[in-house]
Structure formats: C-alpha cells, structure tokens
C-alpha cells in the first residue's frame, strides 16, 4: 500500500484554492445555497449567519437575495477557506469570523438573527451543540435552514435511483481501487447514515427549535462535473490510505469508462426549522 501523504482537509491552502475554483466554475453550490436562501425567506432580513460558510459560496447567494441594508456574517472553522472567501468576495454587507459553528453563540448576540443558512456542511459538525447555538441566537420566528447530503441523512430521491442502471463514479472509484490497489471498501453495515432526519428532529426539538418543513430534493449534473468535484483533495476518493496523485489516477481510470455528459444526480434532505414566535 503506497504511504498517506495528501489528505488534504478545509484548512489548507490547495483545498480551499480547489474549493473555491469549483463554485465558480460548476452550478452545484450555487444552486444547493440558493435553494436555501429561498427557504429562508430573506426578503426582511438585516441579519443572516452563514453557517459553515466556507469560502463564500453561500454567502454570495444570501447577498443576492437580500434587501440593501441587510448583513451577512460568514462562520467557519478554516481559515484557509477564509482567506480565499476574503479575497474572492468583497462585499461591504459580509463579514467574516473564524470559528466552530458549535461556538456561534460566543460570536453573535442572542436573538439577533433573522435566519441562519448552512449549505452542504451540518453533518460535519456536533450537531447537538450547534443546534442549541442557533436557537439561542436567533430572533423569535427566526428561520434554520440547512441539508444534509442523502448519503449522511439515509435518504434518496426517486431521481436518482433511476440513473443508477449504470455505475457511478464512486463505485467505479472503488473497483478500480480493489482491482489495482487490494483496497477493501467499507461495508454498507460499517457505515450507517450518520445524520437521519429522526435524529435531526430529536435535536433540534431539545434546542427549542421546531421543524416546520422537509423534503428530499434532486440535484442533476454530469459526470463531468463529478468528476471536477472528486479532483478536490477534501473530497478525493477512496477514502484510506493513498496519496492525492494515486487518487487522481483511480479517478482517470474510472472517468474513461463513463460518458462525460451522462447524467448524475444526488439527493439532499433539506431542513427547515424554526425558533417559536413566542416561549411559554
Ligand atoms: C462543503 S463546504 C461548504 C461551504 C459553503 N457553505 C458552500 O456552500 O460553499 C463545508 C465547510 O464546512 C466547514 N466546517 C466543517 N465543520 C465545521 C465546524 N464544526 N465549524 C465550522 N465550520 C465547519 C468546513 O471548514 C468547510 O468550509
């Protein structure tokens, strides 16, 4: 097995760089944080939290849906993602501050936001924690609004079970993995979904928030963009012991077998939850 050398995660430089390149060039973020944004209802909003904010991606929609006066504060744990986000998007509305999302309420005053939005990232963090942040420093009748891929949440969308006659990246990833490396992939009871909405509900109901909607959604793309999405270290497969450039190898050898403009898609559970108007 060839040595490890090449994880890269969100707070280094080439990532972030790889990140940030990809939301502008490749509709998915754009499209997962204007979704968002819309369940969010913004239109009155003069303060929203990106949450897990990264390098900007859905702070630039937020900005888009915003009246004028409106702020956005973008929270994220890598700087690395920041520093490309402070230099890619200038807006005089956004700020930027370095931190777990499980610390939000240290950052922001309480009741002071309208909503708080987190694109394709609560999965990542303690979810309980982060929960009772967000319901501590949203206003009465403030809105949470954030996904969780289909994968983590156990969900998906009827869409793309129907594209799934052939074999995906990933799974072609992972066979050329055990054919070339003597990978040994994870089996499916290893691997339970970390983030079901049963969970979610439980949470966010001890932190005082309420769920007030939910849906399976479907994001259609290509294998070409998939493939653009694998090339980014964080997300590079498989997962274990090899190097970036090995990854990127695997991916070559499972990119050849595909046809570029098939379709991919993949499922989301999108949450919205919601602090009451009024406490007991
Ligand atoms: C896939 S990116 C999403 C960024 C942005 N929301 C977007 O749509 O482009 C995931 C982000 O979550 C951040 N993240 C993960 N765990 C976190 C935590 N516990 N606290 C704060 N940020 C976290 C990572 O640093 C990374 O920037």
Redesign the pocket.
């Known amino acids: 097995m060839a040595p490890h050398d090449a994880i890269l995660?969100?707070?280094e430089d080439s990532n972030?760089e790889a990140?940030?390149a990809f939301?502008r060039a490749h509709p998915m973020?754009d499209a997962?944080?204007r979704d968002l944004a819309r369940r969010a209802h913004l239109r009155d909003a003069s303060l929203v939290i990106?949450?897990?904010?990264?390098?900007?991606?859905?702070?630039r929609t937020i900005l888009e849906a915003l009246p004028a006066p409106a702020r956005v504060v973008s929270?994220?744990?890598?700087a690395a993602?920041?520093r490309v986000g402070r230099r890619t998007l200038t807006d005089h509305r956004l700020s930027w501050i370095t931190?777990?999302?499980?610390?939000l309420a240290d950052h922001v005053p309480a009741g002071s936001a309208d909503a708080v939005?987190?694109?394709?990232?609560i999965w990542?963090?303690?979810t309980a924690a982060?929960f009772a942040a967000v319901a501590h420093i949203l206003r009465p009748g403030g809105r949470f609004v954030f996904n969780i891929g289909g994968g983590f949440a156990g969900v998906r969308h009827p869409d793309e079970q129907s594209v799934r006659t052939r074999p995906s990246l990933k799974t072609l990833i992972r066979q050329i993995a055990v054919r070339d490396y003597g990978y040994t992939p994870p089996t499916a009871s290893e691997s339970p979904p970390k983030l079901p909405l049963d969970t979610v509900t439980r949470q966010l109901s001890e932190a005082g928030l309420t769920v007030v909607a939910t849906e399976i959604t479907a994001q259609h793309s290509t294998m070409a963009e998939k493939k653009a999405w694998l090339s980014i270290p964080?997300f590079a497969q498989p997962e274990g012991n090899f190097t970036h450039a090995q990854r990127m190898r695997i991916l070559d050898a499972a990119y050849a077998l595909v046809n570029a403009d098939a379709p991919s898609v993949t499922s989301w559970l999108v949450v919205v939850a919601q602090r009451p108007r009024t406490t007991a």
């Open positions: 995660g969100w707070d972030a990140y940030e939301t973020y997962t944080s990106d949450l897990c904010g990264g390098a900007g991606a859905t702070a929270v994220d744990n890598a993602m920041q931190a777990p999302a499980e610390r939005v987190c694109n394709s990232a990542k963090t303690h982060v964080v």
